[in-house]
């Protein structure tokens, strides 16, 4: 399968301020990217997707950042609630595979009071 | 709308047990597809389906089976349950459009082989 990595597996960040979380993939031919949220005992969650013609798209508190050139993606969530608090994955689309997506391990986010 | 449903939230089964994980979804998308988390892994791929009467394998297919009667129904059977099948299962769906479209999970079944 695919390479699609997260450089932290925990991250802990105070209430208010920035958080950011990153995910490595390994395929030059991937062309779309999706970040979801995950909860405890819930599904996964869409938050924001980027496509590989973008190098950054923004949402209410959440910006996506594509570095095509060193294949590295990242979730950058502003002044962190602690609702924010959740596993974090990052998921590739391959071009031309079909239509199958390939997830990361995920990342922990805690958030401090 | 309600998106995409799974049955049951969590089951026991017995090894050699077989049983149905059920999977709907009401926004008519043409993709929908099974996947696997375990501990310490990302969603692994089971099997996944562009249409009605239309299925394919994904990365982990073995020990499981897939239908698709219908654009809004799609179940996982498991027909010889083994231990190493104790996971927690999410069925997913999206509009096919080139592969650039949002998938939409449910809430997941959590099932435990003894």
């Known amino acids: 399968g695919e390479s699609v990595g997260l450089h932290l597996p925990t991250l802990s960040v105070q209430e208010g301020d920035n958080s950011i979380i990153n995910c490595a993939y390994s395929?030059?031919?991937?062309?779309?990217f999706i970040w979801y949220k995950q909860e405890s005992g819930k599904g996964p969650q869409f938050i924001i997707d980027?496509?590989?013609?973008?190098d950054k798209r923004q949402g209410q508190r959440v910006t996506v950042l594509l570095n095509k050139t060193v294949k590295h993606l990242s979730l950058q969530i502003a002044a962190t609630q602690p609702g924010d608090s959740a596993v974090y994955f990052c998921a590739e689309n391959i071009e031309n595979t079909g239509n199958q997506f390939y997830f990361g391990t995920g990342t922990s986010l805690t958030v401090i009071p | 709308n309600a998106g995409v449903t799974q049955t049951p939230k969590f089951q026991v089964l017995k090894t050699g047990q077989s049983m149905t994980l059920q999977c709907a979804q009401d926004?008519?998308?043409?993709?929908m597809s099974w996947y696997r988390q375990d501990p310490g892994m990302g969603l692994r791929l089971i099997h996944y389906?562009?249409?009605?009467?239309?299925?394919d394998q994904g990365e982990v297919p073995n020990g499981y089976n897939v239908s698709r009667s219908t654009t809004e129904d799609f179940p996982l059977r498991l027909l010889s349950a083994a231990p190493s099948q104790t996971s927690v299962y999410f069925c997913?769906?999206?509009?096919?459009?080139?592969?650039?479209?949002?998938?939409?999970f449910g809430p997941g079944t959590r099932l435990l082989v003894l």
């Open positions: 926004m008519n998308h043409e993709y």
């Open positions: 389906s562009v249409g009605a009467g239309i299925t």
């Open positions: 997913a769906s999206r509009r096919l459009a080139g592969g650039q479209e949002t998938q939409y």
């Open positions: 395929n030059s031919a991937s062309d779309y």
């Open positions: 980027i496509r590989s013609n973008m």
